[in-house]
C-alpha cells in the first residue's frame, strides 16, 4: 500500500512561535521552512509514500516545497489546522480516487523513510490509526485507509482525542524520527542529537551559541 502525505504548514511568520527563546523573528520563518523542506524530502523519500501534498498559504514555502516534488494545496478554509487538513484531504481524495490518506507534521526534521515506512506499513492493518509524539501528549502521525475519513483532532492533547475518536495507537519501537516533532528549544535538541536534515543542519548553524 502507498500514501499519500498531507503535510500542513502555517504561514512562516506566524510558525514556530514556541521556539522564541531559542530563535528570534528573523531566524524562526528560515527554521520552519527547513523543517518542512527536510520533512518532505524524507517524506518522498520513502517506498510506502506514493506523493506528498502540502497545504500551506505561504508562498514561499509552496515554491520551495514544490521544487522538491511535493504537491500543493491552498489552505482555503483559514479556519486552523484541523479544516485545513480536512479540506485538504478532501481534494486529495477526490483527485487520487480515494488512496489512503496519512496527516504527517510539518516539523520532523530528523525523519527517516524507513522509520515512516514502518509506521506506515503498521497503519496498513486498522481504519485509522495514529502515532503520538516524543512527549506522549500530541499526534505526530493520523492515517485514514481508503474510504475512511480523517477526522483530525490535532492540538494540544491530540493524542487522548484522537484515541477517545476511535483511532487505534499505533505502539511502535525504533521510529524515534517520526516521533520527534519540534516546537521548543528542548524539541530542537533532541531532533539535532537524532541527526538532521541538511537543510535544518544550515538553519541551526545560524542560531547564537548556546541555543543550538
Known amino acids: 500500500m502507498q500514501w499519500t502525505l498531507v503535510v500542513p504548514l502555517k504561514p512562516l511568520p506566524q510558525a514556530k512561535s514556541r521556539l522564541a527563546d531559542t530563535a528570534d523573528d528573523g531566524l524562526r520563518p528560515g527554521l520552519a521552512l527547513a523543517f518542512a523542506q527536510d520533512t518532505v524530502a524524507a517524506a518522498l523519500g520513502c517506498p510506502a509514500v506514493r506523493d506528498v501534498v502540502v497545504v500551506t498559504n505561504d508562498a514561499l514555502a509552496a515554491r520551495e516545497l514544490a521544487a522538491l516534488g511535493a504537491g500543493t494545496v491552498p489552505d482555503l478554509p483559514r479556519a486552523g489546522l484541523n479544516a485545513a487538513l ?113 537543510r535544518t543542519a544550515a538553519a541551526a548553524a545560524r542560531l547564537p551559541a548556546g541555543r543550538q
Not at 515506512?117 to 481504519?127: G, I, N, T
Open 86 to 198: 480536512v479540506h485538504a484531504a478532501t481534494v486529495v481524495g477526490a483527485a487520487r480516487r480515494a488512496a489512503p490518506v496519512a496527516a504527517l507534521n510539518a516539523d520532523l526534521p530528523a525523519l527517516r523513510p524507513a522509520e515512516l515506512a514502518r509506521v506506515l506499513d503498521a497503519a496498513a492493518e486498522f481504519p485509522r490509526s495514529f502515532l503520538a509524539d516524543s512527549a506522549g501528549l500530541g499526534t505526530t502521525l493520523l492515517a485514514a485507509r481508503r474510504g475512511r475519513e480523517l477526522r483530525p483532532q490535532f492540538g494540544v492533547g491530540s493524542r487522548a482525542r484522537h484515541r477517545a475518536s476511535g483511532a487505534v495507537e499505533l505502539t511502535l519501537d525504533a521510529v524515534d524520527s517520526v516521533r520527534q516533532d519540534v516546537d521548543t528549544g528542548g524539541d530542537l535538541r533532541a531532533a539535532l542529537a537524532l541527526g538532521v536534515g541538511p
